[in-house]
């Protein structure tokens, strides 16, 4: 918890990157994701390892499960994102998505529910005790244009925009033109450190969601 403050404490932006390993560029074949995340002058930080026991992505699908281990650069676990089996489908909004926040391990920090809306992907971000923090609001329309992608971070009066989680395609994080995925984190500097773990949750469920499927093929 000591070195959770110690990064985030100070902290507005926060740089997410996915790692594309040799094994993948020969065979195409998307193992486990892996992460590292940055502070705003590039240096890792943390880095994320997936572990939801499938070789290929491609098999698994979105609609995977999954446990994603956050650890610093000693190897220590300081956060753990749990994501259990979800629908996706607009049609049953009994089934939408949501993940579990820990930090430390075996503590909760926060959740990440999807809310049901027929035009717009829609996140609520609550505390260990599900009580309403943030709304994340995203584009009508997210993959195809190969733009920028802003998912707005709001109050909850939706009135209010206090931050962002950008997918970046043009390779804006350090330089990297490939079909990874690289995202930025904006949030106030004072906002709760287990919120701001929290966020990095909601970053890999967007990333899940709706531009894992939209690298096929490039």
């Known amino acids: ?4 403050v110690y990064f985030f404490k100070q902290l507005d932006q926060i740089i997410v990157h996915q790692q594309v390993e040799l094994l993948e560029a020969i065979l ?10 940055k502070n705003p002058l590039g240096q890792r930080v943390y880095f994320a390892v997936e ?17 994603i281990s956050i650890a610093d650069n000693a190897g220590r ?17 009994c089934f939408l998505q ?9 503590t909760v920090a926060g959740y990440v529910v999807q809310n049901w809306d027929p035009f717009l992907p829609k996140f609520t971000i609550q505390n260990e005790s599900k009580e ?14 190969f733009e920028d992608v802003d998912f707005e ?4 009066n939706e009135m209010t925009t206090i931050g962002k989680i950008s997918k970046y395609w043009s390779g804006f994080v350090n330089n990297v033109f490939t079909n990874t995925a690289n995202f930025g984190i904006q949030v106030p500097v004072d906002l709760d450190v287990r919120i701001k ?11 899940l969601m709706f531009f894992e499927n939209s690298l096929d093929g490039l």
């Open 197 to 207: 773990a929290v966020m990095i949750g909601a970053c890999f469920l967007i990333d």
């Open 153 to 156: 971070v709001k109050a909850l």
């Open 98 to 106: 949501e993940l579990e926040v820990q930090s430390p391990p075996g």
């Open 77 to 93: 676990e300081v956060i753990r994102v749990i994501r259990p089996l979800r629908c996706t489908s607009c049609c049953f909004p």
């Open 28 to 37: 195409g074949t998307e193992t486990s994701s892996k992460y590292e995340i």
């Open 132 to 145: 309403d923090v943030l709304k994340i609001i995203g584009p009508c329309a997210t993959c195809g244009c």
């Open 51 to 67: 572990e939801n026991g499938c070789f290929d992505r491609k098999l698994c699908s979105p609609l995977r499960p999954f446990t």
């Open 1 to 4: 918890t000591h070195h959770l």
